[in-house]
Structure formats: structure tokens, C-alpha cells
Nanobody, 125 residues
Framework: QVQLVESGGGLVQAGGSLRLSCAAS????????MGWFRQAPGKEREFVAA????????YYADSVKGRFTISRDNAKNTVYLQMNSLESGDTAVYYC??????????????????WGQGTQVTVSS
């Protein structure tokens, strides 16, 4: 059974940093694209960042470009999201996801097959 478990969320002041991790189990995803999405209160879930199977191609939402960095460690079956210069608008539940059958990264939620339960990130101003 595939499981994705996010960690690293919490409360941080504006301007601070957090590093999210997403560990996959039940299957190796070293040949699969992975991504991060987020959902703020009262809003729809939105794309944040995505990475292809090698880590050589990454995509970012305009709102986080230059502040967030997605990376992966295939040996650990884990994807990371380094978040710097956090803003109140980054407050959301953050979800990681995996494309079960594709190596290429995608910005679209319907391209992902497995999802984690989410981790809360709260940025205080």
C-alpha cells in the first residue's frame, strides 16, 4: 500500500523558513515525478512546485518562484520543499503527490495519482 507522509510544517514568522519533507513507502518512486500543492482556508487546492524523476526539471508557481525550492532524494524515496522568505499568503495545508506512471513533472493536479494527508504551514505576520 502506497503512503506519502509529509512532515516539517509548523508556525513561523513572516520572513522565516521551513523545510517540508514527503517520504513515500509501499513502492519506489525514483522513476516518477513528484509535486507539492497547497490549500488555504476557503480556497481551492493549487499547484506549488513539481520535479521530474531525475530532479533536472522543476516547475514553480509564480507566487513562490525565487523563494521555494523543490528537490528529491531518490535513495530515500523522499521529496523536499525548502520554503524561504515566507509570507502570510503562504499559510495553507501543503500536500505532496506522485505521478504513478509518468517521469515528467506536471503543474496539474489531475496528473497525480497518490497524495499525502497534508501538513499545516502557518505564517504569522
Amino acid at each position: 500500500q502506497v503512503q506519502l507522509v509529509e512532515s516539517g510544517g509548523g508556525l513561523v514568522q513572516a520572513g522565516g523558513s521551513l523545510r517540508l519533507s514527503c517520504a513515500a513507502s509501499g513502492r519506489t518512486f525514483s522513476s516518477n515525478a513528484m509535486g507539492w500543492f497547497r490549500q488555504a482556508p476557503g480556497k481551492e487546492r493549487e499547484f506549488v512546485a513539481a520535479i521530474n524523476w531525475t530532479g533536472g526539471t522543476t516547475y514553480y508557481a509564480d507566487s513562490v518562484k525565487g523563494r521555494f525550492t523543490i528537490s528529491r532524494d531518490n535513495a530515500k524515496n523522499t521529496v523536499y520543499l525548502q520554503m524561504n522568505s515566507l509570507e502570510s499568503g503562504d499559510t495553507a495545508v501543503y500536500y505532496c503527490a506522485v505521478r504513478a506512471n509518468f517521469a515528467s513533472a506536471s503543474r496539474y493536479q489531475n496528473g497525480y495519482d497518490y497524495w499525502g494527508q497534508g501538513t499545516q504551514v502557518t505564517v504569522s505576520s
